[in-house]
């Protein structure tokens, strides 16, 4: 049979290279994101009890009334911020699939979308499959800090999306106040819709305030934010998330979801409302993975790796411009190989692979995991 792939340059992800390598040499996997520990006991016996009770055929499209409810809390609780849950927040089946259903519903063909590399390896592809072209502004390191004039400069008649991400995957950067309110600026009286992936909302340390784009006005008027349950109870095989938009953007983001996912998995969206009812369940996330940062980075303190600490998610760039001189991807490999620790070169996440000699980790690992992969990389 003769066909034309949609996507003819997509490459297979680097997580599931960089995983496979992992396996087939025996190496300590810091590369995927996601826990080698369990989630909460609490939560598995919720889902148990949800399907013992029944609950198990469809949801209803929007996903359980209650628990948009408890997502409609959370963002007043949190934020001062209100959604209707009647039709402005959906369950989704992880952030991917609110990224897509998003993307899908309002970018077209020759649309442009603005997208900050390194960025998270599904808006591209998403944005190409539905004829848009994907404009990039590149972070650069150390700072990985937005320029703002570029962003204006890439603005134009075609502009429909800007796609932004903190805290920020690979990177482990936060956006600031001042971050949101000149993107608000930038939007301000156009048509471009802004999408906020927020799913490491609740993974943000040192004191920072995580500036979740429904704090700006304007800006919440014209944007979907996604979330992922996944990352916030560390259970991201179970796939249920949720994205925010008004209401006029949900009806639209509605249509793609009823014909690809229609509804998803009900004993476990049974289970979140009651989980959700005690705020501890997110507010100590913060803490836990600091915890973890900081045991990882004092544990290397010592290393030739070079690093500014991650203010966010459970990532962190390590700079190995002083150890090699190869390119991010070898390097990686190698270490994988010859060291027994698997990492993600970043520079897949960048416009032209440019490459930046860092590599991400994932320290979302048991303390003992994090300290056998502290003892390889000081002896690098
Ligand atoms: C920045 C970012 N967005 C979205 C996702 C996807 O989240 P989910 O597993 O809920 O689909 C991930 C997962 O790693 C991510 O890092």
């Known amino acids: 049979m003769q066909h034309t792939s949609k996507l003819p340059n997509l490459e297979t992800s680097i997580f599931s290279v960089m995983s496979d390598l992992a396996r087939t040499h025996n190496a300590l996997n810091l590369s995927q994101g996601f826990p080698n520990f369990k989630g909460d006991q609490k939560l598995i016996d919720l889902v148990c009890k949800a399907m013992n009770d029944g609950y198990n055929h469809y949801a209803p499209m929007l996903g359980v009334l209650k628990l948009r409810e408890a997502i409609a809390s959370k963002y007043d609780f949190l934020y001062g911020s209100s959604y209707n849950p009647e039709n402005e927040i959906i369950i989704t089946s992880g952030a991917t699939q609110a ?16 997208v900050f590399r390194p960025a998270y390896d599904c808006y591209i592809p998403t944005i190409e499959l539905n004829g848009g072209k994907a404009i990039s502004v590149q972070l650069n390191t150390p700072d990985f800090k937005v320029d703002w004039q570029e962003v204006k400069q890439k603005i134009n008649s075609k502009t429909k999306m800007i796609i932004i991400n903190t805290p920020h995957n690979p990177s482990g950067t936060v956006f600031s106040d001042e971050d949101m309110l000149q993107l608000q600026e930038l939007t301000r009286n156009t048509n471009i819709v802004v999408l906020s992936d927020e799913v490491y909302e609740h993974i943000i340390f040192d004191n920072e ?13 014209r944007s979907f934010i996604t979330a992922s349950f996944g990352k916030t109870f560390h259970n991201t095989g179970w796939r249920v998330g949720y994205c925010c938009a008004p209401r006029d953007l949900m009806e639209e983001f509605i249509k793609m979801h009823e014909f690809s996912v ?12 009651a989980y959700l009812k005690n705020p501890n369940h997110y507010l100590d996330l913060s803490g836990f993975f600091q915890q973890k940062r900081d045991l990882f980075l004092n ?3 010592g290393s030739r790796f070079k690093f500014t600490p991650s203010k966010g998610t459970y990532f962190q760039s390590l700079d190995y411009s002083q150890i090699s001189t190869e390119n991010d991807f070898d390097f990686a490999v190698r270490l994988t190989k010859e060291k027994k620790i698997a990492s993600i070169p970043t520079s897949v996440f960048n416009e032209d692979k440019v490459n930046h000699k860092m590599l991400r980790f994932c320290f979302a690992k048991t303390d003992d995991t994090l300290k056998r992969a502290a003892e390889i990389l000081t002896q690098i």
């Open 262 to 273: 229609f509804s998803i998995n009900h004993p476990i969206q049974v289970a979140l409302v």
């Open 209 to 221: 305030k995580h500036q979740s784009l429904c704090l700006f006005p304007d800006l919440k008027s």
């Open 299 to 301: 544990l290397i303190e």
């Open 99 to 114: 990224i897509s259903s998003a993307i899908t519903a309002f970018v077209k063909p020759n649309d442009e979308v603005i």
